[in-house]
């Protein structure tokens, strides 16, 4: 039996979890190698980078279904199911997709939409199409991993690794320009990058860790913006690890105030 693509493996991997244990990555490769009647010949089928093709890509439906909600990381290559995915379990789909997933989770009224395997993909287009969609899905999943990282720790955490992140993106210039300053009553800065060494032109930052589904709106951008007022600051960066309301986006390119808006939230391809 030929290699399943990886949308084909999600929903068995789903169902694996279902157990509500925690499964590592081996075991649901070895779960597809047996569901399937996989071959030897099939389990040593290598991918262009010399990895297993089985374990490649049951490893990105692993990555999908963390993506959507589905599965959460309890551990390096560990996997647990969440509330989302024992939701979508109990709809009883006979598939799972990525254009299911990334509607309205409708999982159990929409079996009849086109599944775009990733060999579908391949043979629809050019070489370069392909390698640069392969490049964004690498990029999503790093992001992805970064983002775990992000949650995994305290919001303090998130504001230092801004102010060190935008100083090795070249903002300050010397040593010591950075600092995390991110309190209560901080009135909205998190930190602050001095762009000369006296501090008379200075970048205020804010750093926001929410979660994945939520939306930074016009009226955090407004507290920002007279938190800076507060300091006779006419720039700043606001970051969040979420994503922007389109009036918070309006709302800033209407002002004399100098916001940078900063989601790291990256939706899927599709």
């Not at 992001?143 to 303090?156: K, T």
């Not at 205020?204 to 009226?219: E, L, S």
């Not at 507290?223 to 690890?241: E, M, P």
């Amino acid at each position: 039996m030929a290699i399943p693509d990886f949308q084909t493996i999600m929903l068995p991997v789903l169902s694996l979890l279902g157990d509500r244990a925690d499964h590592s990555l081996s075991e649901c490769v070895e779960m597809i190698e047996n569901k399937f009647n996989l071959t030897d010949e099939d389990k040593s089928v290598v991918n262009e980078s010399g990895q297993r093709t089985v374990y490649n890509r049951t490893a990105w439906a692993t990555t999908y279904l963390k993506r959507f909600g589905l599965l959460s990381s309890v551990g390096r290559g560990r996997y647990t199911i969440t509330e989302k995915g024992l939701e979508v379990l109990s709809t009883q789909p006979t598939k799972l997709t990525k254009k299911m997933l990334t509607g309205n989770n409708n999982t159990g009224t929409t079996h009849q939409q086109t599944v775009e395997t990733d060999e579908d993909f391949i043979s629809e287009h050019s070489p370069d199409e392909t390698i640069g969609v392969l490049i964004e899905e690498l990029n999503i999943q790093l992001a992805d991993d970064v983002l775990d990282l992000i949650y995994a720790n305290s919001p303090a955490f998130f504001e230092k690794l801004v102010v060190d992140l935008l100083l090795k993106m070249g903002y300050g210039g010397f040593e010591g320009a950075g600092q995390a300053t991110g309190q209560t009553g901080d009135g909205g800065i998190d930190g602050v990058i001095k762009q000369d060494i006296l501090g008379l032109d200075s970048i205020y930052i804010q750093a926001k860790r929410w979660d994945r589904d939520a939306t930074v709106g016009r009226p955090e951008i407004q507290r920002f913006v007279g938190a800076l007022a507060g300091r006779n600051a006419n720039k700043g960066i606001f970051i969040t690890s979420s994503k922007f309301s389109s009036t918070a986006i309006d709302y800033v390119k209407n002002i004399t105030t100098k916001i940078v808006l900063i989601g790291l939230f990256v939706p899927s391809r599709g």
